[in-house]
């Protein structure tokens, strides 16, 4: 079983900056894809950012490219989402997800979560 814990959410002003974690218990971190969305009020949950194993790739959602940066530490289990330049519409319900199969963006293909952790980013 794998359990994640993401942390790092809270409130911050517009163009400032938030670094999310997210901790996953198990021996096979280094064998998942790990992957950030995020779920506004009435809004379906959307793909943030994704990084590969390895952390040798990664891939974001158009509207975060340039401003957001996904990061891992295997040795530490810990997959990060560093988040600069923060607008209103990022204000969201930010989740943290693994992946053990193919390298891919699509929420369905992620097999554990995490409980979520706000961001509110006032104007």
């Known amino acids: 079983q794998v359990q994640l814990v993401e942390s790092g959410g809270g409130l911050v002003q517009t163009g400032g900056s938030l670094r999310l974690s997210c901790a996953v218990s198990?021996?096979?971190?280094?064998?998942?894809?790990m992957g950030w969305f995020r779920q506004a009020p009435g809004k379906e949950r959307e793909f943030v950012a994704t990084i590969s194993r390895s952390g040798s790739s990664t891939t974001y959602a158009d509207s975060v490219k340039g401003r957001f940066t996904i990061s891992r530490d295997n040795a530490k289990n810990t997959v990060y989402l560093q988040m600069n330049s923060l607008k209103p519409e990022d204000t969201a319900v930010y989740y943290c997800?693994?992946?053990?199969?193919?390298?891919?963006?699509?929420?369905?293909?992620?097999?554990?979560w995490g409980q979520g952790t706000q961001v509110t980013v006032s104007s």
């Open positions: 198990g021996r096979t971190f280094n064998k998942q894809h």
């Open positions: 997800a693994a992946n053990s199969g193919s390298y891919s963006g699509l929420k369905g293909l992620y097999d554990y």
